[in-house]
T-cell receptor, first 112, second 114 residues
């Protein structure tokens, strides 16, 4: 049974560009959350998608947007990339309640 | 929002016990987790405890929760070199709230020396 799958694993982008990260949740999970982990810090909540809607959003600018598809997979889009957006982006899936989060291995984004 | 604090570093000799501590601010937090992160990897759920419990043991891992002091600890018995990693404490609000986000500490880097 596959866990949470994220793609790509690594990405290098230039300032000002746009990026799309993808996440496939664990089988049986219908909720996807995205977290940003800067170097040396704990993960910070970006937003959560449930039933194809953004259910909750953290303290991130509108440059960060997302989408959830009918098969529960999700995308994270970041526009107008800044150097400070360089981080590990983690996707977590769950069954919609407050417990049982499974994390993927992350996408390492480097903005140059 | 929830604040979660951890000590940043812990060095332990192989075979000894490790104790990692965490404090949090929201007394209504109902689910408390310990995650492990190895270099270049994602987060692996190690164990969890519900707020109506004081202790949970799972093989080499023991979680202690002091709700009064809002203090959570993780004890790893017989620490091995494979336990070298960053350990994150994370908490989440109760089900009745509309807050679904995990709040993480900054992580404790555990180094196991021979």
């Amino acid at each position: 049974d596959a866990g949470v799958t994220q793609s790509p694993t690594h990405l290098i982008k230039t300032r000002g560009q746009q990026v799309t990260l993808r996440c496939s949740p664990k089988s049986g999970h219908d909720t996807v959350s995205w977290y940003q982990q800067a170097l040396g810090q704990g993960p910070q909540f970006i937003f959560q998608y449930y039933e194809e809607e953004e259910r909750q959003r953290g303290n991130f600018p509108d440059r960060f947007s997302g989408h959830q598809f009918p098969n529960y997979s999700s995308e994270l889009n970041v526009n107008a990339l800044l150097l400070g957006d360089s981080a590990l982006y983690l996707c977590a899936s769950s069954t919609g309640d407050h417990w049982g989060y499974t994390f993927g291995s992350g996408t390492r984004l480097t903005v140059v | 929002g929830e604040d979660v604090e951890q000590s940043l570093f812990l060095s332990v000799r192989e075979g000894d016990s490790s104790v990692i501590n965490c404090t949090y601010t929201d007394s209504s937090s109902t689910y408390l987790y310990w995650y492990k992160q190895e270099p270049g990897a994602g987060l692996q759920l190690l164990t969890y405890i519900f707020s109506n419990m004081d202790m949970k043991q799972d093989q080499r891992l023991t979680v202690l929760l002091n709700k009064k002091d809002k203090h959570l600890s993780l004890r790893i018995a017989d620490t091995q070199t494979g336990d070298s990693a960053i350990y994150f404490c994370a908490v989440i609000p109760p089900n009745r709230s509309n807050d679904y986000k995990l709040s993480f500490g900054a992580g404790t880097t555990v180094t196991v020396r021979a």
